[in-house]
């Protein structure tokens, strides 16, 4: 599909109650920082052709992030996607997006920095498993603090890494 990235992940069940979107601290304020960059989150699975296995997506021209209706009962899982969903809205649009395989992985990559440089600030602890790149750029280091912001958190840490 065009005009969109997703995300893969699995292991999550289909529940529907709660929603974390309007009861979890940490989405609500991820939610925000979308919504200051005039996308909208939404709980669905219309958007991801294949449901068990797409954990979120960010559709450029619909201006949407689309998280997995499965992760509602799961909070660090939604957030960890939407994270990820977020840095694309916040670098990333339809006009930079390619079918081109090395710059997918490219903003692949600059999606997971973004997450990497955020979650620790949110949870305490880090993740490193994914691809990322070597050294941050200062878009992706600007997009992380966007989001750090939202939280009250300045990063000086994040900052001196570009
Ligand atoms: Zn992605």
């Not at 005039?38 to 619909?62: I, M, Q």
């Not at 909070?75 to 990333?92: K, S, T, Y």
């Amino acid at each position: 599909m065009s005009g969109s990235y997703r995300e893969q992940a699995k292991g999550w069940s289909m529940p529907t109650e709660p929603n974390p979107l309007d009861t979890d601290l940490v989405l609500m304020n991820l939610n925000q920082v979308a919504k200051n960059a005039g996308y909208r989150v939404e709980w669905g699975t219309n958007e991801l052709p294949d449901s068990s296995v797409h954990a979120g997506v960010c559709v450029f021209p619909k201006r949407l992030i689309q998280l997995n209706t499965g992760l509602r009962k799961l909070p660090a899982m939604a957030q960890f996607v939407l994270i990820h969903e977020l840095a694309h809205g916040l670098l990333h649009d339809v006009y930079m997006e390619s079918d081109d395989g090395a710059i997918r992985a490219k903003h692949e990559a600059e999606a997971n920095t973004v997450r990497k440089l955020v979650w620790p600030h949110l949870n305490g602890y880090p993740v490193d498993f994914e691809t990322t790149l070597d050294v941050p750029t200062p878009a992706v280091v600007a997009a992380a603090n966007r989001i750090l912001a939202q939280f009250g958190i300045s990063a000086p840490g994040v900052q001196s890494t570009a």
